[in-house]
């Protein structure tokens, strides 16, 4: 899940032999369903139904520098940890 002031992106790892990640922006009520429940039931959606959900794929997601950012620095948060 990565957060920037009030949108929220979940990227969900997909398939069963080919593996492939969905990143998709929650709409306001996937949003409301995270905040009072948590991600689980979104993601299992997500992952259950991908092509439900491809419209909504943000493309190259992953490439972006800040998500590269935010990744390499919740990395290094994690390592720190143990």
């Known amino acids: 899940m990565y957060q920037c002031n009030d949108e929220y992106i ?5 398939g069963t032999v080919a593996m492939y990640g ?12 995270y905040l009072q429940h948590g991600i689980h039931e979104i993601a299992k959606r997500i ?3 991908p092509s439900v959900y ?3 794929q943000i493309v190259d997601f992953h490439d972006d520098p800040a ?3 935010a990744d390499a620095d919740w990395r ?3 390592e720190n940890q143990k």
């Not at 979940?10 to 997909?14: D, G, I, T």
């Open 76 to 78: 290094a948060a994690q």
């Open 22 to 33: 969905r990143d998709v922006m929650l709409n306001a009520d996937e949003k409301a369903e």
């Open 47 to 49: 992952a259950n139904e």
């Open 67 to 69: 998500v590269k950012k």
């Open 54 to 56: 491809q419209p909504r």
């Open 10 to 14: 979940l990227s969900v790892l997909c």
